[in-house]
């Protein structure tokens, strides 16, 4: 069982920024694709960010474009969240995501076999 855990949350102004981190438990050089994720108070949890182990082909919602960065470091077996220009619609639990098995979607929540416990970001105006 993979075990990943995030960090990096925390509360900020709107236009701050943040590094989310997930460190995981086994060589992400071995997966598919890893992701994270957001769930928003009230809301279903949605992807933000993936990125394709092997090709580093990326994903970004249409929300986050142009202010969120993926990145995947398979040495330290990590994947970042960088978040720049925050604004308070970011606010939610965030969670990280891997995927090891199976098929190459890596779109939806059941596509993943593996999740941390989340990390909150709170940003206000």
């Known amino acids: 069982q993979v075990q990943l855990v995030e960090s990096g949350g925390g509360s900020v102004q709107a236009g701050g920024s943040l590094r989310l981190s997930c460190a995981a438990s086994?060589?992400?050089?071995?997966?598919?694709?890893m992701a994270w994720f957001r769930q928003p108070p009230g809301r279903e949890r949605e992807r933000v960010a993936s990125?394709?182990?092997?090709?580093?082909?990326?994903y970004y919602a249409d929300s986050v474009k142009g202010r969120f960065t993926i990145s995947q470091d398979n040495a330290k077996s990590a994947v970042y969240l960088q978040m720049n220009s925050l604004k308070p619609e970011d606010t939610g639990m965030y969670y990280c995501?891997?995927?090891?098995?199976?098929?190459?979607?890596?779109?939806?929540?059941?596509?993943?076999?593996?999740w941390g416990q989340g990390t909150q970001v709170t940003v206000s105006s």
């Open positions: 086994a060589y992400t050089y071995g997966s598919i694709c």
């Open positions: 990125i394709f182990t092997g090709s580093r082909g990326t």
């Open positions: 995501a891997a995927k090891f098995f199976g098929s190459v979607y890596c779109r939806t929540v059941a596509d993943f076999g593996a």
